[in-house]
């Protein structure tokens, strides 16, 4: 195990290798796809066993990420899918949860180049947003301040109102099963995206217009999730369907001997794939778009 300085408490101290990701959803992407296998659109000719892991934190920090994770999959997660209730009250642990997450995302994306263009004054606000995450995660700031966290659940859809945006054929599995991340930027706003299969976070780093959102928003103590009236900008939706697109892109660059294999695993799998959450959503995009569901050369992120 290697040494060195743990990212979230700064405490030289032996370094655990954690998930980017909460290895949860993985494991119900995995269990839930019918096959028992998932793939991802940045590497679709390759199964993906467990997802991004880093060596970031000490054992204590680990364990204190690890609690509010725990209770957002069990007070959360797999209740909404499972349908248990149309309301879910929530308690402290969820605020922690998000931020932990648009954390983690930011800081995946900071070893990368995608932060490098950023002009000195989104620059220092990234470094801000950071520095407020990170205290309060380990508890020295009561809330995260202008850094908001919302959570916009996602179930299938079945159509839409707004008919000038032409979605893509497997938006439904998009929405419902894919695990996604991003920086999100345009001149009027910044935030973290982070997709966990039903769920969407994200962290703000700037918003010009707070008013363009609401209903997502995660207070600190407690609040419901239910079905209501979430608002966001238009231009959220054709993001969030791009998003989409671009997986299903991915996805048909598959070659032709990985296809052949989802083939196969589907023909040994088609007793535990009918019924399963990945058959629903393909079931969804069905009834929405007919055969056009299927251009796709693989289903996206699932193998069918
Ligand atoms: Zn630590």
Redesign the pocket.
């Given at each position: 195990m290697p040494h060195g300085q743990?990212r979230?408490?700064?405490?030289e101290?032996s370094l655990q290798l954690s998930h980017v990701l909460p290895a949860f959803v993985i494991r119900w992407l995995r269990e839930s796809s019918g096959t028992g296998h998932i793939r991802t659109g940045t590497s679709p000719n390759r199964r993906v066993q467990d997802g991004p892991k880093r060596y970031w934190?000490?054992a204590?920090?680990e364990s204190l990420l690890g609690r509010s994770e725990d209770q957002f999959a069990k007070g959360l997660f797999y209740p909404y899918i499972k349908g248990e209730s149309s309301q879910f009250v929530y308690g402290e642990w969820l605020l922690h949860f998000c931020v932990s997450i648009s954390w983690r995302v930011l800081q995946r994306y900071k070893e990368g180049a995608a932060l490098k263009d950023y002009e000195p004054d989104a620059a220092a606000r990234i470094a801000e947003a950071e520095r407020t995450w990170k205290a309060f995660l380990v508890g020295q700031l009561p809330h995260p301040g202008p850094f908001q966290q919302h959570l916009i659940p996602f179930d299938g859809i079945e159509a839409v109102s707004n008919q000038s945006e032409i979605l893509s054929p497997n938006i439904n599995r998009y929405l419902m099963r894919t695990m996604d991340t991003d920086i999100v930027r345009s001149r009027t706003t910044n935030f973290v995206y982070a997709k966990l299969g039903r769920f969407v976070i994200l962290g703000f780093i700037h918003e010009d217009r707070p008013s363009r959102w609401s209903g997502a928003k995660v207070h600190v103590r407690t609040g419901r999730i239910e079905p209501r009236r979430y608002t966001m900008p238009k231009e959220f939706f054709s993001y969030v369907n791009s998003k989409a697109r671009r997986e299903a892109e991915l996805i048909s660059g598959l070659s032709p001997r990985q296809a052949e294999k989802i083939g196969e695993a589907y023909r040994e799998n088609i007793n535990a794939f009918i019924g399963s959450d990945a058959f629903i959503a393909m079931k969804n995009d069905r009834r929405m778009f007919g055969e056009a569901a299927f251009i796709l050369r693989g289903p996206a992120k699932e193998e069918l």
């Open positions: 743990c979230l408490c700064d405490v101290s934190l000490c204590l920090c």
